[in-house]
């Protein structure tokens, strides 16, 4: 399977705990994104990282929320100290960045957290 | 600031029947893309088409048709002859081409397609 992959696909914490969740994007791939889905909604921009660079955050990442990308492959998102609001669908996706811009992004299946 | 509304909340059509989901947008650039994206039961968004703000020409894809109009500000899909296996939640997206390269999708919130048998 050469597609974007994420782990783990389903997550369930109690309120106030840390939680790590990783992405494996397709490997040519140098940008990688992360959104956030809540029920009914279309997923929201989180964040954006260039090769191993994060390049834009939204607003929507708070100071809980941390990203990294050490060596410009796979991803984590850790989201500390979580809240009930926080339960919700994390879905990574990657491109390939060029000339005229982005391709498309692919994305992963998504980890879903609950938060209890 | 960018905006991308899909007024179908839910649509059902019987197995055969073509449907048109719509998307507007709005947006102040001038480079642009718009997407089509279908979430299946399974949850994983799955790709279908990617339209440059340049390029007014429609596209066709088997069964599955493109109408893109910038005077509307309109990027519309259509499914021919529906079948059950295009039941799924279809989200339309925007992209505008930003200073560090990143081309942040923005989502419209979905229109739930139920072909029925």
């Known amino acids: 399977d050469t597609g974007v992959s994420q782990n783990p696909r389903h997550k369930i914490t109690k309120r106030g705990q840390n939680v790590t969740f990783r992405c494996d994007p397709i490997s040519e791939h140098n940008r990688l994104y992360w959104y956030r889905q809540t029920l009914g909604q279309g997923p929201e921009f989180l964040t954006y990282f260039q090769n191993e660079a994060q390049l834009e955050k939204s607003r929507l990442l708070s100071d809980r929320f941390s990203a990294e990308r050490p060596k410009g492959s796979f991803s984590t998102l850790e989201i500390q100290r979580t809240e009930q609001g926080d339960s919700a669908m994390y879905l990574c996706?990657?491109?390939?960045?060029?000339?005229?811009?982005?391709?498309?992004?692919?994305f992963g299946p998504g980890t879903r957290l609950t938060v209890t | 600031a960018q905006k991308v509304t899909q007024a179908q909340t839910e649509i059902s059509v019987v197995e055969k029947e073509d449907v048109t989901l719509d998307c507007v947008y709005e947006t102040r650039d001038t480079t642009y893309y718009l997407f089509w994206y279908k979430q299946p039961p399974s949850g994983e968004l799955v790709f279908l088409i990617r339209r440059n703000s340049f390029d007014e020409q429609n596209e066709i894809s088997g069964r599955y048709s493109w109408n893109f109009q910038k005077s509307t500000s309109s990027f519309n899909f259509t499914i021919t002859a529906s079948q059950v296996v295009d039941s799924a939640v279809y989200f339309c997206a925007l992209s505008e081409a930003l200073e560090t390269g990143a081309n942040n999708l923005f989502f419209g919130t979905g229109t739930r397609l139920t072909v029925i048998p």
């Open positions: 996706a990657s491109s390939l960045a060029a000339a005229s811009g982005d391709y498309e992004q692919y």
